[in-house]
């Protein structure tokens, strides 16, 4: 089993930029795959970006591909969310979440999130 921690979060401009990281316990962090998601208020949560256990094989979402890059580091047992550009519109709870599949529907562990507000 597999515990997650987000931090990183917290209040920017548009336009500005913030690094998530999620930290995981146990040792078989570097087999699982990572990736995060995020619920804005009144929505549904989404998929944001996902990474294989070896950091070979990155997806993103279109809504932020271009401006966020998701990185693990298997040696902390963390995995990070940079994003750069950022927009209201990216105001949401992010969720770091790890699964078998590097895929939005392979993800089985999940964190409490981190809330990301951007100012317009």
């Known amino acids: 089993q597999v515990q997650l921690g987000e931090s990183g979060g917290g209040l920017v401009q548009a336009g500005g930029s913030l690094r998530l990281s999620c930290a995981a316990s146990g040792r078989t962090f570097s087999s699982y795959a990572m990736g995060w998601f995020r619920q804005a208020p009144g929505k549904e949560r989404e998929f944001v970006a996902v990474?294989?256990?070896?950091?070979?094989?990155?997806y993103y979402s279109d809504s932020v591909k271009g401006r966020f890059t998701i990185s693990r580091d298997n040696a902390k047992n963390t995995v990070y969310l940079q994003m750069n550009s950022l927009k209201p519109e990216d105001t949401a709870v992010y969720y770091c979440?790890?699964?078998?599949?590097?895929?939005?529907?392979?993800?089985?562990?999940w964190g409490k999130g981190t809330l990301v507000t951007v100012s317009s």
């Open positions: 979440a790890a699964g078998q599949q590097p895929s939005p529907y392979g993800m089985d562990y």
């Open positions: 990474t294989s256990w070896s950091g070979g094989y990155i």
